[in-house]
């Protein structure tokens, strides 16, 4: 099954306590993108790669590092998490838009509600 | 002026009715324009896309696009409960650019 998988589902931590959320895709898409999305703020981009070895700020990568290493995973990491990062994560995936496929769907995953106190 | 607005305001409406959702832009050079559909606790899913102007029909879901007047929208006919979730509307700039510009997303409900 096509899918992208994000681990934890649920965090809660403490102010910084440095955390690793994984994402992975099974679907050899190029680009992947990591979002947070808050109440009254929607969905905003955070870091994003266009392939291995390829990455670049979104809309809001203060407090986010991220790498892409290999294709499928791209981690995300709160080196100092604070309170103003909790929120819900989430992971996306899309092809580069080659071949008969429409480019922009991002095949998200199922998010991550992280909680910092 | 951000560059997709779309109101949040959540919309209850009867089973049967026809949802109407809408977003405005700022940026001329978008042209891909697409609707997802979040249910709770899941992430969102490409419901329908358009490319440039015009209309695009799906089913019971009709997308519009005006790109003269930078305006999107989404009407959902004869809505059922099963429709109820939140709905964002997403922009992207050019062919090969995977970056989306999403708007806040509108919470639909719809009452059996």
């Known amino acids: 099954e096509a899918q992208v998988t994000q681990n934890p589902r649920y965090l809660i931590t403490v102010t910084g306590k440095k955390l690793t959320v994984t994402c992975s895709q099974n679907m050899n898409h190029e680009y992947m993108s990591w979002y947070r999305q808050d109440p009254g703020l929607g969905l905003r981009q955070i870091y994003y790669?266009?392939?291995?070895?390829?990455?670049d700020k979104g809309d809001v990568p203060e407090g986010y590092k991220v790498s892409r290493k290999e294709k499928r995973n791209f981690p995300l990491i709160l080196e100092s998490p604070s309170p103003n990062q909790t929120s819900l994560y989430f992971c996306a995936s899309s092809s580069s838009g080659t071949g008969l496929s429409y480019p922009y769907e991002q095949y998200f995953g199922p998010g991550t509600r992280l909680t910092v106190t | 002026q951000k560059e997709v607005e779309q109101d949040p305001g959540p919309l209850s409406v009867p089973e049967g009715a026809i949802v109407s959702l809408n977003c405005t832009y700022s940026n001329s050079a978008f042209q891909y324009f697409m609707w997802y559909r979040q249910y709770s606790r899941k992430g969102p899913e490409l419901l329908m896309y358009t490319y440039s102007s015009g209309n695009k029909e799906d089913g019971r879901f009709t997308a519009q696009v005006d790109k003269s007047s930078k305006y999107i929208s989404l009407f959902i006919r004869d809505s059922q409960p099963s429709d109820s979730a939140t709905y964002l509307c997403?922009?992207?700039?050019?062919?090969?650019?995977?970056?989306?510009?999403f708007g806040k997303g509108n919470q639909v409900v719809v009452i059996p």
């Open positions: 790669s266009m392939n291995v070895e390829v990455t």
């Open positions: 997403a922009m992207s700039r050019a062919y090969g650019n995977n970056r989306l510009a």
